[in-house]
Structure formats: C-alpha cells, structure tokens
Nanobody, 125 residues
Framework: VQLQASGGGLAQAGGSRRLSCSAS????????VAWFRQAPGKEREFVSA????????YYGDFVKGRFTISRDNDKRTVYLQMNSLQPEDTAVYYC???????????????????WGQGTQVTVSS
C-alpha cells in the first residue's frame, strides 16, 4: 500500500489543522493506520492510531483529548483532526500502516511497514 499525507501547514497556538492520509491499494480495512511525528532534534514519537476492522483508536499521552483520529474505509483515508494546537506540536507528521497489527504494537514504529512522506505542521505562539 502507498500512503500520501497531506494537510500540514501553519497554525496559530490554539488553532486547528486536519491531516489526511490517503492510501492506494486494496484491503485498506485490514490495515492499522497511525500518525507519528518528529520535531527538530527529537526522536519520532507516536501520536495516534486507528485499528483495522472495528476502528479502535489509540492516542499518545500528550494528546490529552486535543486530537481525534478517524478513518473512512470507502475513501481509503485516515484523518487526524488536531485542535488546541501548541508550539510544541510543531513537527513533521507521518502516517504509517501495517496489516492486522497486534494491539500491543500500535505505538511502535518498527511494526509499521508502509510510510507516507510526511507533512509539516508549524504552530506559532
């Protein structure tokens, strides 16, 4: 499967952005799709994931109710709605996918074998 991330850009603190991850290929419903992010000088970290099939959602601790992940299997797209953005949310956001990913692995990037190109989100104070 090939992934295309989009929706990044500039936002002011307290603002919102919606990222999209569009997938090509078949059987999209069988893939857990996640968002990771990497800020300058920092390691890549888990943001959120939506499980294959039933669509159970997972979030990194820092999200604290500000972000919402969702998927539209008909459109083969996963969305990340980000609200109450803060300057520390500035990063390149990557989407990633893995088929039939075990529940224990949703936040571990090495288990994802398909990655999008990343989209930059910059939040100004």
């Amino acid at each position: 499967v090939q992934l295309q991330a989009s929706g990044g850009g500039l936002a002011q603190a307290g603002g919102s952005r919606r990222l999209s991850c569009s997938a090509s290929g078949r059987a999209f419903i069988n893939y857990t799709v996640a968002w990771f992010r990497q800020a300058p000088g920092k390691e890549r970290e888990f943001v959120s994931a939506v499980k294959y099939g039933v669509g159970t959602t997972y979030y990194g601790d820092f999200v604290k109710g500000r972000f919402t992940i969702s998927r539209d299997n008909d459109k083969r797209t996963v969305y990340l709605q980000m609200n109450s953005l803060q300057p520390e949310d500035t990063a390149v956001y990557y989407c990633a996918a893995a088929s039939f990913l075990h529940n224990d692995h949703y936040s571990t990037e090495r288990y994802y074998n398909f990655w999008g190109q990343g989209t930059q989100v910059t939040v100004s104070s």
